[in-house]
T-cell receptor, first 113, second 110 residues
Framework: NAGVTQTPKFRILKIGQSMTLQCTQD?????MYWYRQDPGMGLKLIYY?????ITDKGEVPNGYNVSRSTTEDFPLRLELAAPSQTSVYFC???WGQGVTEAFFGQGTRLTVV | GEDVEQSLFLSVREGDSSVINCTYT??????LYWYKQEPGAGLQLLTY?????DMKQDQRLTVLLNKKDKHLSLRIADTQTGDSAIYFC??????????FGSGTRLQVQP
C-alpha cells in the first residue's frame, strides 16, 4: 500500500520561480489537504478538497493554488516563489472529517533563495 | 478562530512516564487526536478520543480529556528511546479540517 505519495522530497527554488508539488493517494479518500509546517509553528492548512472538482482555502492560502481533477491527485502550485514559502509541505488525505484518520505523505522540504 | 497550544519540549529518562499537555479553544471540538512525527517523516495517528469521553487507554498510552478546561494530555508509560519524536495534538468539530498544535518534542535520555 503506497498511501499518500508526495514528490519531490526536496527542492530549492529561486525567488520568482514556479513549481508544482505533487500529491497522490491510492486509498480512494474523498478529502485531501495541504499543510505547511514551519519550525515551532505546527501545521497550517493551506488548501483542502472534499472531492474531485471541489477545493477551498484554508488558513494560509496566499501564494498558492490547487486543483482536484481526480480523486487521487491534489497538486499544489506555487506561482511566484518567495522566501516566506520556505517550509516543509505535507499532503494528507482522509475518508471524511472527524473520527477518520488522516494519512500523511512524507513531506516536501522547500527552500526559496 | 480555533487554536491549539502545546509546550515545545519535554525531556524524560528512559523508563519514566511522559506527560504531554495540550489546550484548545473551540468548545465545539468533538474529536481530539495525538499524532507522532519521527524525523524526516510525515505524521502518524497515535490515538484519538471523542469529546464525550474522559479517558482512553491503549497499551502504554493514556489520553485524558478535561472538557471543562479544554485540556488534553497524553501519558506514555515506560518511555523508550524509540518514543523520541514530535507529538502533535489536533482537534476538529468534524465539519472542518484538523487544527494542529505546534508540537511537543519529546527527548528520551537513556
Amino acid at each position: 500500500n503506497a498511501g499518500v505519495t508526495q514528490t519531490p522530497k526536496f527542492r530549492i527554488l529561486k525567488i520568482g520561480q514556479s513549481m508544482t508539488l505533487q500529491c497522490t493517494q491510492d486509498m480512494n479518500h474523498n478529502y485531501m489537504y495541504w499543510y505547511r509546517q514551519d519550525p515551532g509553528m505546527g501545521l497550517k492548512l493551506i488548501y483542502y478538497s472534499v472531492g474531485a472538482g471541489i477545493t477551498d482555502k484554508g488558513e494560509v492560502p496566499n501564494g498558492y493554488n490547487v486543483s482536484r481533477s481526480t480523486t487521487e491527485d491534489f497538486p499544489l502550485r506555487l506561482e511566484l516563489a518567495a522566501p516566506s514559502q520556505t517550509s516543509v509541505y505535507f499532503c494528507a488525505s482522509s475518508w471524511g472529517q472527524g473520527v477518520t484518520e488522516a494519512f500523511f505523505g512524507q513531506g516536501t522540504r522547500l527552500t526559496v533563495v | 478562530g480555533e487554536d491549539v497550544e502545546q509546550s515545545l519540549f519535554l525531556s524524560v529518562r528512559e523508563g519514566d512516564s511522559s506527560v504531554i499537555n495540550c489546550t484548545y479553544t473551540d468548545s465545539s471540538s468533538t474529536y481530539l487526536y495525538w499524532y507522532k512525527q519521527e524525523p524526516g517523516a510525515g505524521l502518524q495517528l497515535l490515538t484519538y478520543i471523542f469529546s464525550n469521553m474522559d479517558m482512553k487507554q491503549d497499551q502504554r498510552l493514556t489520553v485524558l480529556l478535561n472538557k471543562k478546561d479544554k485540556h488534553l494530555s497524553l501519558r506514555i508509560a515506560d518511555t523508550q528511546t524509540g518514543d523520541s519524536a514530535i507529538y502533535f495534538c489536533a482537534e476538529t468539530t468534524g465539519r472542518r479540517a484538523l487544527t494542529f498544535g505546534s508540537g511537543t518534542r519529546l527527548q528520551v535520555q537513556p
